[in-house]
């Protein structure tokens, strides 16, 4: 699973996907695909697809087009979250030739 497979996720679903960083940091991948990390103020020193990559636990918020009613949100283990997104969790895509 990478933060792309995240990122078609959330707009197809129209969801916020957060995931805790190593430093203690939250990542926030948006209803739009862009990912953010809201309490970071200075340059990152580490990457987001690395990070990813040692998640286990997410979080789901979905967003409904009513602005007053409120966000449900649900708890998913990495497993989950790629048979959301359509891969598993550990396995990597090979591209073969058909020749």
């Known amino acids: ?32 695909g862009v990912a953010q990390v809201p309490a970071l103020n200075s340059i990152p020193d580490f990457n987001l697809e690395r990070e990813l990559a040692a998640v286990q636990h997410f979080q789901l918020d979905t967003l409904t087009a009513d602005p007053k009613s409120p966000i449900k949100t649900r708890a998913l283990h990495r497993e989950e979250l790629a048979a959301l997104t359509g891969g598993s969790p550990t396995a990597e895509v090979h591209e073969h030739d058909d020749e």
Do not use: S, Y
């Not at 679903?13 to 805790?20: D, L």
């Open 1 to 32: 699973m990478k933060l792309g497979d995240l990122r078609k996720l959330a707009i197809r679903r129209q969801t916020r996907i957060r995931f805790p960083l190593a430093n203690g940091l939250e990542c926030v991948v948006n209803e739009h």
